[in-house]
């Protein structure tokens, strides 16, 4: 069964820092590409970050570029979204969502989602 | 980017009726990339529904998706205590970023 475990959530100041982690089991890890994808109170979900097989090619929503990196570590099944410069409205649910196919453009779409984990960010 | 616009915002049905849900793009969906999901509190986006109109592993036949270009729909023809949830659609075409709908929400009535 494929499963996806985030973890690395929790309240932080504006400007700070944080390290999302998504474990995943059940498939061939680094066949896939990986996808971030966020919920902030009210709002309906934002496609933030992508992550392709084992090239690691990634993508990076307008909202986030230059502050959050999106990484892999294919030997141990994880992906990674290092978020910095953090502000209130990155304030939201945060999924990991696993791919259907290696890359995360031209129909490359998503299947399975874990449960999220969540970034409050405030003073 | 491409904007996805789900339309009613709430449906209210009782079990047993037929529930159709629209889902309206503002540019063309390329290859008819575009998926439903069912989502309830607490619980993981489950996949119903990729390239328009397949079903996912596992989704009951009463889970049916149709549409091309901008315009798609997903109907459960006879609805189950279970389906009551949000249900969202998302596009994964050429267009980056990727996008989803605001939901739409299937109470009982």
């Known amino acids: 069964e494929v499963q996806l475990v985030e973890s690395g959530g929790g309240l932080v100041q504006p400007g700070g820092s944080l390290r999302l982690s998504c474990s995943a089991s059940g498939f061939t890890f680094s066949n896939y590409a990986m996808h971030w994808v966020r919920q902030a109170p009210g709002k309906r979900l934002e496609y933030i970050s992508a992550?392709?097989?084992?090239?690691?090619?990634?993508y990076y929503a307008d909202s986030v570029k230059g502050r959050f990196t999106v990484s892999r570590d294919n030997s141990n099944n994880t992906l990674f979204l290092q978020m910095s410069s953090l502000k209130n409205e990155d304030t939201a649910l945060y999924y990991c969502v696993k791919g259907t196919t290696s890359t995360f453009w031209s129909g490359g779409g998503m299947d399975v989602w874990g449960q999220g984990t969540t970034v409050t960010v405030s003073s | 980017e491409i904007v996805l616009t789900q339309s009613p915002g709430t449906l209210s049905l009782s079990p047993g009726e037929r529930a159709t849900l629209s889902c309206r793009a503002s540019?063309?969906?390329?290859?008819?990339?575009l998926a439903w999901y069912q989502h309830k509190p607490g619980h993981a986006p489950r996949l119903l529904i990729y390239g328009a109109s397949s079903r996912a592993t596992g989704i009951p036949d009463r889970f049916s998706g149709s549409g091309s270009g901008t315009d798609f729909t997903l109907t459960i023809s006879r609805l189950e205590p279970e389906d009551f949830a949000v249900y969202f659609c998302h596009q994964y075409g050429d267009s980056l970023p990727q996008s989803f709908g605001q939901g739409t929400k299937v109470e009982i009535k």
């Open positions: 992550i392709s097989d084992n090239r690691g090619i990634t």
């Open positions: 540019q063309s969906v390329s290859g008819s990339h």
